[in-house]
């Protein structure tokens, strides 16, 4: 949900995808009021489709992204550019939500990851809330937009992009990410993710320096945390602690 009052003047292009459904009058006519690229689509299988159908019709070189349920924070946009202007080498950044219920009220807080080394903990688990993103459009286009794979279209592409960059999280809450019992369910990894974050973890760590030992073992936990194994997980936790301490051997930064 974006409000006029919300979108500072600097905003150049609003693109919005409907996926299987068609705005209302109310929506409609806010939607002229910001002057947004309107896309109606029958409805997709693959959410990946539709916003690689979004990306598609962008001409800006940094794309930012809200759900449709969330709420947009007023000078968001501003802190976003600000942070990319600020950090040429960083091709995706993100931040912290603050969750709220069907009626807006605060719940609590969603955290990202934090730290200096991202695109190292990038390869133990997502770091991002894909929500809160604001990344560089060039980049994206190299890495072919986000892949056709259920649930983990997300994770899959920011492997890619911290290849290609340094990755960037924030305290900063910029969006408050509803929490209701109309979202979609969460769903076991299938097979193809799965495999699809293997094949790009093991390309991440290969351009970061980690040995290929330590790339297999977060990617056996992460499997395992998907899939609800928890107990096995947690004895491989401290895994994950001790990665974050380590200074990577190489990176593409020299």
């Known amino acids: 949900q974006v409000t006029v009052e919300a979108l500072p003047q600097i905003l150049q292009d609003v693109i919005v995808v409907f996926d299987g459904s068609e705005p209302e009058s109310e929506e409609e006519q806010l ?3 910001l002057q947004a ?5 029958p409805k997709q299988g693959c959410l990946a489709e539709v916003l690689n159908r979004g990306l598609a019709r962008a001409t800006t070189p940094l794309i930012t ?3 449709a349920d969330d709420l947009w924070v007023q000078g968001r946009l501003t802190q976003q550019l600000d942070l990319m202007r600020q950090n040429p080498s960083c091709v995706l950044a993100g931040s912290d939500a ?3 219920d069907s009626d807006g009220a605060v719940i609590g807080v969603l955290r990202a990851g934090h730290g200096l080394n991202l695109r190292r903990a990038m390869v133990v688990r997502n770091q ?3 929500p809160t993103v604001i990344f560089r459009a060039d980049h994206v286009a190299e890495a072919g937009g986000y892949p056709s794979v259920d649930r983990v279209e997300d994770y899959a592409l920011w492997l890619d992009l911290a290849r290609r960059g340094d990755i960037i999280n924030t305290d900063a809450r910029w969006v408050r990410y509803r929490i209701h019992d109309g979202q979609q369910t969460r769903r076991f990894v299938g097979r193809d993710g799965a495999r ?4 790009r973890r093991r390309e991440l760590g290969r351009a970061i320096g980690m040995g290929s030992a ?5 990617d ?4 395992l945390a998907q899939n609800g194994s928890l107990r096995r997980v947690r004895k491989m936790w401290w895994r994950e602690e001790r990665l974050r301490t380590i200074e990577p051997s190489g990176s593409l930064d020299g």
């Open 214 to 218: 330590q790339v297999r073992a977060c």
């Open 98 to 100: 603050t969750t709220i």
């Open 31 to 33: 939607l002229n009021a």
């Open 196 to 199: 699809e974050i293997a094949h």
């Open 128 to 130: 991002m809330l894909h």
């Open 37 to 41: 690229t309107v896309m109606v689509l």
């Open 65 to 67: 992204r809200v759900d």
């Open 220 to 223: 056996t936990a992460w499997r």
